[in-house]
């Protein structure tokens, strides 16, 4: 059945990508219709959050809020099916990394970083500028339970030679690469609620105290890898920006969770200038802790 599903579902999606920009976005107003206002996806979550991490906002605020944000997520979820047939030229012109100097220097120290990222913006085109950084990119992500939709998603997110691991794999590719001297950028976004059995810590994350993953912060002092956070703004619609911030350049002198604080203090920054391209449909904050 999961094949069956596959099969039918893999000609649309090619065809989705090959629409040229206008009609795309045009196709994407149409499917926000259907996933707001007739299916209302998640619709009861993204209230609950928004209600929760931005009080100080009217109803009406955070209405408008709302109806941009599903508006965005069906751009950014469409927009990686349109990676299956953009040009490295188009994707480039989309998609700007402003400071990629800062990475070029721990490259050219032969340091190996971990990148931290959010659930903000285009976290799915960020993988495309990986050729312009001089490391063996890694990302870290979870599989999908079809394993037919796992493999096209993990071919269109290593369209641009990313190595696609799963997170029960992370430990041992690190510690491989750091064996065999391969230089390696590895890419985590640790912004979403963590499992009950991986909880070690808390602490404030939009006003809220709540469980907060831990992971990049443990593995990069385990390896010894900087830390830099990736700041991605939607210049307009179809069009990225992303600025490299350097979080720890030696990691074994912060004390246990700053580097986790200073994380999610970037990720706080970037949802108050901007709430509607935050992925609101996770329930981040289900665990919070009163």
Not at 31 to 46: A, E, P, Q, T
Not at 92 to 117: C, M, P, Q, W
Not at 198 to 205: N, Q
Not at 206 to 220: K, R, S, Y
């Amino acid at each position: 059945m999961q094949f069956l599903v596959y099969i039918l579902a893999y000609p649309l999606l090619w065809l989705i990508s090959i629409l040229p920009f206008p009609i795309f976005y045009l196709f994407s107003d149409f499917v926000c219709f259907l996933v707001y206002r007739v299916i209302g996806y998640r619709k009861k979550v993204v209230r609950e959050n928004l209600a929760l991490t931005l009080p100080h906002l009217s109803d009406a605020e955070r209405k408008v809020i709302e109806k941009k944000f599903y508006k965005h997520m069906c751009d950014m979820f469409l927009e990686m099916i349109k990676t299956m047939s953009m040009s490295p030229e188009e994707m480039e012109r989309r998609f700007h990394v402003t400071n990629i100097d800062l990475v070029l220097d721990y490259a050219k120290k032969g340091k190996s970083v971990i990148l931290v990222a959010s659930h903000y913006a285009s976290y799915e085109w960020l993988l495309t500028i990986n050729p312009k950084l001089g490391f063996q990119g890694v990302a870290v992500y979870k599989r999908l339970a079809n394993p037919y939709f796992d493999k096209l998603v993990r071919k269109i997110r290593s369209k641009y030679n990313t190595e696609m691991i799963e997170t029960r794999k992370a430990i041992p590719t690190m510690a491989k690469n750091q064996r065999e001297g391969v230089l390696s950028m590895y890419g985590l976004a640790s912004d979403q609620s963590p499992k009950m059995e991986r909880i070690f810590h808390s602490m404030k994350f939009m006003g809220v105290e709540v469980p907060v993953h831990t992971g990049a912060e443990t593995l990069a002092k385990k390896y010894d890898l900087a830390v830099i956070f990736v700041q991605v703004k939607k210049v307009k619609r179809g069009y990225y920006e992303a600025t490299f911030v350097s979080l720890a350049d030696n990691p074994k002198d912060f004390e246990n969770f700053k580097i986790t604080e200073l994380y999610l203090k970037e990720v706080e920054k970037q949802i108050l200038e901007a709430p509607e391209f935050y992925l609101w449909t996770h329930k981040r904050w289900k665990h919070r802790i009163e």
